[in-house]
Nanobody
Framework: QVQVAEFGGGLVQPGGSLTLSCVPS????????MAWYRQVPGKERERVGF???????SEAPSVKGRFSISRDNVKNTVFLQMNNLKPEDTAVYYC????????WGQGTQVIVSS
């Protein structure tokens, strides 16, 4: 059974930083392209970026230069480093496999506000 836990969210002031972590279990993590998504109530889930098995990354234009994705294949963990956060980054953040999606986790809430 696939399970996923995302954590690291919280309340941060504009311009601040947060690092999110995602730990899925029950998948061949090292072979998966892992993606981060975010969702605001009433809007569709948006892909923030993804990272390939060997570390190649791609980020959405809205976060490029501010967010970076990394992974630890030993610890089965994917990270989202978020810098220079803006109020419009406020959302619930999720991770999933880009090519073999599994059931969504609870996500982790990020609130950017002064």
């Amino acid at each position: 059974q696939v399970q996923v836990a995302e954590f690291g969210g919280g309340l941060v002031q504009p311009g601040g930083s947060l690092t999110l972590s995602c730990v899925p279990s029950g998948i061949a993590f090292e072979n998966q392209v892992m993606a981060w998504y975010r969702q605001v109530p009433g809007k569709e889930r948006e892909r923030v970026g993804f990272i390939g098995p060997r570390g190649a990354t791609s980020e959405a234009p809205s976060v490029k230069g501010r967010f970076s994705i990394s992974r630890d294949n030993v610890k089965n963990t994917v990270f989202l480093q978020m810098n220079n956060l803006k109020p419009e980054d406020t959302a619930v953040y999720y991770c999933n496999s880009l090519e073999k999606p599994f059931p969504w986790g609870q996500g982790t809430q990020v609130i950017v506000s002064s």
